[in-house]
């Protein structure tokens, strides 16, 4: 497995894939996009921080690449969706940097409010300009929040304890847990009306892309003071700059921009604003601790398949993960079972469990199923990550449910897919601790082993119907390795499910269509 580092990431992070076995790194930092575009396809794990841009072209090259893992937090430099159709699994390393970040947000807000900046800069000049520079205090002031999520949150309780009155707006947090961090949850306009400063910790996506603009602006206490730590379109720089030249806005502390680096913008060139090159999370502590997480995440994915910190895979990691694994394995060989014996349009899929595995994740046990169905349909790889995708391209209709039913095995996997024609039913169960069986399909009961080359034969009961069949795999030197004989009534529809040594090539098949009594015969691979 080949790992891509093309962005400064901390040693730690480099030794853990160096000293990986079954893993090769390169570390290529400031890479164009065309010389990433180039040699991207060599590589099966891409390690990065927010300068390496992972847009559409890049995964439409990255033939081989199985996991972008971002040593941070934003996600907004990896084209997510071109990620997650190709089946790549994008993670990030939530937390690593939280206390980094809110520390810098904290220090450019004390920065701003007495104009350490531009009074260094000052003095640097041999000035001595002390009435100009004097300041205003944060104590008995209010700090509007705005997105309270990890970083959001230290900066409230590290504030609250400058003696600040907090308030904050985030759609996504219960009062309940804001009021444990002692806060009030306010709407937006709220925080807007009433914040002293405002500092802004959300993600980038559609609806705080240009949050502080005009119209926002416009609502703002005279003399707000207004802090970026999060990402630079969150601010229409334009309009900020406009209402700072006003004195609406009494000044800006900006440590991310639209474009990076910004050049000498209306924003930056402005005295009242001061200004870091995006290093929130620029602390060797958080450096360190992100690299680590990021190179262990990837190398876990690789070499055992460990979902950690995915924005786009259910995460299944350590003990969970092996109580789960055997149910994975399961679930696909059933899915490729009736993958390969279904042959109309599937409109939907239902999964049910029952049993001790309804005490885990069902998630990715659904998932593993529709990976294993969908992998001999369709053209492109089909795994974890983009097997719901693909389903829903498909207009396949879900479900999972979790049923108590009194059935005689341990746990029971019920999947049933409902085709343009009729509906199909497989259950599997596990046989001590990780064997897995199909135990129904259809109407007919048995031990079925799903494993290696398989031929399934349908037909009837009759009188020396299974002498036939072996002997006509007999003179093709086909070798049964295991035989499983089902039937409805005695006499009536029955299944042959056979495991052979080797592949039954065509020819074979064909004579045992010809049998009498067998309806079809059909080679089946898992
Ligand atoms: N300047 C820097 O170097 C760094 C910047 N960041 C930025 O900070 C952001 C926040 O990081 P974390 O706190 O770790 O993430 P987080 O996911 O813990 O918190 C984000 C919070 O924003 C809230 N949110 C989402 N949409 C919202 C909306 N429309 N209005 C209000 N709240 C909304 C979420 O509910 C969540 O609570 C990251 O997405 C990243 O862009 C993160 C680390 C370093
Ligand atoms: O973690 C984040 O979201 C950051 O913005 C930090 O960015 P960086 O790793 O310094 O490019």
Redesign the pocket.
């Given at each position: 497995m080949k790992v891509l580092v093309s962005d400064n990431l901390s040693e730690l992070g480099v030794q853990i894939f160096r000293e990986a076995e079954g893993i090769e790194v390169d570390v290529k930092v400031g890479l164009s996009p065309d010389d990433l575009k180039q040699i991207i396809g060599q590589y099966h794990g891409l390690a990065i921080r927010g300068a390496t841009k992972v847009t559409a072209d890049i995964i439409a090259a990255a033939d081989n690449l199985k996991v972008v893992g971002r040593a941070?937090?934003?996600l907004?430099n990896v084209d997510i969706p071109a990620a997650s159709k190709r089946g790549i699994v994008v993670m990030n390393t939530?937390g690593g940097?939280?206390v980094t970040?809110a520390e810098h947000t904290i220090s450019m807000m004390m920065a701003l409010a007495r104009n350490i900046p531009q009074a260094t800069s000052s003095m640097k000049q041999g000035k001595w300009e002390k009435k100009k520079f004097s300041g205003t205090e944060l104590f008995n002031k209010t700090l509007g929040i705005?997105?309270?999520?990890?970083?959001?949150s230290v900066v409230a309780d590290r504030t609250m304890g400058l003696g600040m009155r907090v308030v904050a707006?985030?759609?996504?947090?219960s009062e309940e847990q804001a009021k444990q961090m002692g806060i009030r949850l306010c709407t937006l306009q709220e925080v807007f009306k009433e914040a002293d400063f405002l500092t802004l910790?959300?993600?980038?996506?559609d609806?705080?892309r240009n949050l502080i603009c005009e119209k926002n602006i416009s609502i703002m206490k005279d003399g707000v003071r207004i802090v970026n730590?999060?990402?630079g379109p969150v601010i229409n720089e334009d309009d900020l700059a406009a209402a700072i030249e006003s004195g609406k806005v009494a000044g800006a502390a900006v440590?991310?921009y639209a474009v990076e680096p910004p050049g000498l913008t209306r924003l930056v060139s402005n005295d009242k604003v001061i200004c870091t090159p995006?290093?929130?999370?620029s602390t060797q502590e958080a450096q360190d601790n992100v690299a680590v997480a990021v190179a262990t995440q990837i190398r876990d994915y690789l070499l055992d398949g460990t979902i950690r910190n995915a924005v786009n895979a259910p995460a299944v990691a350590g003990e969970a993960l092996e109580n789960l694994k055997p149910y994975l394995d399961l679930a696909r060989r059933l899915g490729s079972f009736l993958g390969q014996t279904i042959q109309t349009g599937i409109k939907s899929v239902e999964a049910q469990y029952s049993g001790v595995v309804t005490d885990m994740e069902l998630k990715p046990i659904t998932t593993s199923f529709l990976t294993g169905l969908l992998t001999p349909i369709v053209a492109d790889e089909v795994n974890q990550v983009n097997a719901p995708m693909v389903a829903k391209e498909r207009g396949i209709l879900m479900s999972e449910t979790k049923v108590s039913r009194g059935e005689d095995f341990l746990s029971l996997l019920r999947f049933t897919v409902v085709t343009e024609r009729r509906e199909h039913l497989v259950e599997g169960t596990l046989f001590g601790k990780s064997e897995p069986r199909m135990v129904r399909y259809g109407p007919f009961r048995g031990e079925f082993d799903l494993s290696g080359n398989l031929v399934l034969l349908q037909g009837y009961d009759k009188p020396g119907v299974i002498g036939k069949v072996g002997t006509a795999l007999g003179a093709k030197g086909v070798n049964i390795s295991h035989f499983q004989f089902a039937r409805k009534i005695p006499g009536g529809e029955a299944l042959l499910f056979l495991n052979t040594d080797s592949r039954v090539e065509d020819a074979a098949l064909d004579e045992l269509r010809s049998l009498d009594y067998v309806e079809s015969a059909r080679r089946l691979t898992i």
């Open positions: 941070g937090t934003g907004d939530p940097n939280t970040t705005v997105g309270l999520g990890k970083i959001g707006y985030d759609p996504f947090l910790h959300v993600p980038l996506t609806e705080t730590c999060s990402r440590d991310v995006h290093l929130g999370a």
